[in-house]
């Protein structure tokens, strides 16, 4: 007994592993718990659209003042600089409204996506057969929504350039009499 007094104990760590991994496990189910929020989600909604407003009107603003600069009355303008201005404002536009519908198309699709699935497994698909069907399903569906959405802000593109050059034109005419 006395030996084993006299000898030093190496002291012991606690495990670490247990401890980060109850800490892990607990923040994964708050962060989980949080997400599972309809608020938590039309909070980063909010705020992703305030961001992508923000950016986009400081670059429609500086598109702006470059027009303005381009077409002072000292300098020979022709209307280059005001189609140049009206086919960036119209690409603004068209990627605001592309990002607008995928944000609705995003959970529809999946809805729509998982109907299907569902639909599959009822019929009695075996389950490789379901996972390549599903896989399949995917494909064309992602496709289709990406040629409407190319689509959709193609046309909103065109049609703010062409309404952009129109304003611009009239307000660069409207200064010079």
Known sequence: MEQQEQE????????????????????????????SKRRTWVCLFVLVYAVLL???WNFIESILSWY?????PSSPSSGWPALYASVLLG????????????AVAVPATL????????????FGKPRTTLVIEGRKI??????????????????????????????????????VE
């Open 8 to 35: 030093p104990t190496t002291p012991t760590s606690p495990p670490t592993t247990t401890t980060t991994s109850t800490s892990t496990s607990t923040s994964c189910c708050l962060f989980l718990r949080i997400m």
């Open 54 to 56: 923000s950016s986009s």
């Open 68 to 72: 303005k600069l381009q077409s002072q």
């Open 91 to 102: 690409a603004v536009c068209g990627v605001l409204s592309m990002v607008a519908a995928l």
């Open 111 to 122: 809805v729509i996506w998982i109907t299907v699935v569902v639909l599959l497994a009822f």
């Open 138 to 175: 995917t494909r064309e569906i992602v496709g289709f929504v990406f040629k409407i959405l190319l689509k959709e802000g193609n046309v909103v593109a065109a049609v703010c350039a062409v309404l952009g050059y129109f304003a611009l034109v009239k307000r660069n005419t409207g200064d």
